[in-house]
C-alpha cells in the first residue's frame, strides 16, 4: 500500500492542500486555492522550488478542489493514480464528541456539521471539503484531525467557565481549545529533540500565527490552553483580540448598535494586531514601527504584554517550566518577540541567547544559552505531516 496521503485544511473561501508520503514526509506537491466564490479566484502549486499559479473565477470549494487537482496534474502527477492511502481534512471542532482521528462516515459528516453551532465560521467550510474529496476520490477513505483533539482532557478547573452551570451544560460551553495538532507535534518534537522522554518534561508551546494560542503541557499530557469554546479567546492574534472583558460584547449591542453578526466580524476580523494598527501581518508591523509608527508600536507592546501573562499563569500552573518552545509564523520567524517576550526574566531562569536566537533555519533549534535552566527552542510546526500521519496510521491500523 502507497503510504501517499493528501491533506486538506478549508476555510470558508480558501483551501489548503499538501500531498505528501506519510512515513518519510516527503512532499510531493503542495499548494493553495484562495478567493473561492469571489470573482477572481487563485489557484497555486508547489513541488519544490517549482510554483505554477492560475487566476479565474472558482464558484465553489468542489470547484477549487478540481482546479487544484487540475494543476497537480498538468504538472506531472495524477492524483487518480498515486494510490491515495487516505485523505486526511483538518477539521476544527470536535466538540465532546470526537478526540480521535476518526474515519469519515455519514453519520460522523453529519455530527461535524451539527458542531457548526460551536464553530459556524469553519466546520461548515470542513463539511464541504469532505464532500468534495469523497467526490473526486471515490473509495479513498477521508480521516478527520480535529483541531480540538489534543485539549479533549483539560482537567476540569482549567476547562470549565464560570457560568451557571446549568446554561453552560446546556449550550456545550467550556474551553475546548484549538491548534491541538499543532501543540502535539510541537511538543512531541521537542522532547524528541533534546533526547528526553516526554514524561519527565513540563513544557509551555506558543503557536504564533495569524491565529495564535499558548498551551501548557505537563508530561506529554495538556493541563491548559489560550483558546476557549471558540478561537477568540486567548493571546492577541492578527484579527482577533483575545482575552477581552466580556461585558464589552453586550456593551457593543446596547450602546454601539451592533448586531450578533457584527460583533462577531469585529471580533474575528477587525481586532486585534489589524484593529489596533491597521495591519495583520507581523513584517508589515515591523516595518510600520521602523517608520515610528505610534500605532503600531502599542499593538506590538499589547501583543508582548499578553504573550507574558500567559507565560507567567502557566509557569504557576505547570509548578516550573523546563522548555518554552516557539512555533508557526511569527515563532519561527520573528526574532524580537522571542526576545521581547522572554526579557528580563533571568531570576526565573529564562534566558534567550542573542546569536542563538538570531539563527535562521528550518530545524528545531535552542536559543537559550547553554547551560540555562530553561531550554528556550524554536520548533518549526508541520500540522500537514502531522495530519497526514494520523490518517495513515488510522487506516493501516498502525
Ligand atoms: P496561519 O495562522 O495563517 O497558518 P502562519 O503560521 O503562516 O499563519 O503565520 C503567519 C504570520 O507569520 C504572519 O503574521 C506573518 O507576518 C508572520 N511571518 C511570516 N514570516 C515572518 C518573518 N520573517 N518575520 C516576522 N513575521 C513573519
Do not use: W
Not at 526574532?335 to 522572554?342: I, K, N, P, T
Request: glycine fraction near 12%; charged fraction near 20%.
Amino acid at each position: 500500500m502507497s503510504d501517499v496521503v493528501l491533506v486538506l485544511n478549508c476555510g470558508s473561501s480558501s483551501l489548503k492542500y499538501q500531498l505528501l508520503h506519510a512515513e518519510s514526509a516527503r512532499v510531493l506537491a503542495s499548494g493553495l486555492v484562495e478567493r473561492i466564490g469571489e470573482p477572481e479566484g487563485r489557484v497555486v502549486f508547489e513541488a519544490g522550488e517549482h510554483t505554477v499559479e492560475h487566476t479565474g473565477p472558482i464558484p465553489d470549494h468542489r470547484a477549487g478542489l478540481r482546479a487544484a487537482f487540475d494543476l497537480v496534474r498538468a504538472n506531472g502527477l495524477d492524483p487518480a493514480t498515486l494510490g491515495i492511502a487516505a485523505v486526511g481534512h483538518r477539521v476544527v471542532h470536535g466538540g465532546e464528541v470526537f478526540y480521535r482521528p476518526t474515519l469519515v462516515t455519514d453519520d460522523v459528516l453529519r455530527t461535524i456539521s451539527d458542531l457548526s453551532v460551536l464553530a459556524p465560521l469553519h466546520n461548515p467550510a470542513n463539511v464541504i471539503g469532505i464532500e468534495s474529496a469523497e467526490q473526486l476520490l471515490p473509495g479513498v477513505p477521508q480521516v478527520a484531525v480535529f483541531d480540538t483533539a489534543f485539549f479533549h482532557g483539560l482537567p476540569a478547573a482549567a476547562r470549565t467557565y464560570a457560568l451557571d452551570a446549568k446554561v453552560a451544560a446546556a449550550h456545550g460551553i467550556r474551553k475546548y481549545g484549538f491548534h491541538g495538532t499543532s501543540h502535539e507535534y510541537v511538543s512531541g518534537r521537542v522532547a524528541e529533540f533534546l533526547g528526553r522522554d516526554p514524561n519527565t518534561l513540563n513544557q509551555i508551546v506558543f503557536h504564533l500565527g495569524n491565529g495564535a494560542s499558548a498551551s501548557a503541557i505537563r508530561g506529554g499530557t495538556p493541563i491548559d490552553t489560550s483558546m476557549g469554546l471558540t478561537p477568540l479567546e486567548g493571546l492577541v492574534m492578527g484579527t482577533r483580540p483575545g482575552d477581552i472583558d466580556p461585558g464589552i460584547v453586550p456593551h457593543l449591542v446596547r450602546v454601539a448598535g451592533l448586531d450578533p453578526d457584527d460583533v462577531e466580524t469585529l471580533l474575528n476580523r477587525n481586532s486585534g494586531l489589524k484593529g489596533l494598527s491597521g495591519v495583520n501581518d507581523f513584517r508589515e508591523l515591523g516595518r510600520l514601527i521602523g517608520d515610528g509608527d505610534a500605532a503600531a508600536k502599542l499593538a506590538y507592546d499589547v501583543y508582548i504584554h499578553r504573550l507574558r501573562r500567559y507565560l507567567g499563569a502557566y509557569m504557576i500552573e505547570l509548578g516550573g517550566v523546563d522548555t518554552i518552545t516557539f512555533t508557526a509564523g511569527v515563532g519561527e520567524n520573528s526574532v524580537e518577540v522571542r526576545a521581547d517576550a522572554l526579557a528580563g526574566l533571568e531570576r526565573f531562569g529564562i534566558a534567550v541567547d542573542p546569536a542563538r536566537n538570531a539563527v535562521r533555519a528550518r530545524e528545531p533549534r535552542v536559543i537559550s544559552p547553554e547551560g540555562a535552566e530553561v531550554t528556550v527552542l524554536v520548533v518549526p510546526t508541520n500540522e500537514e505531516l502531522a495530519i497526514a500521519r494520523a490518517a495513515f496510521g488510522l487506516v493501516t491500523g498502525s
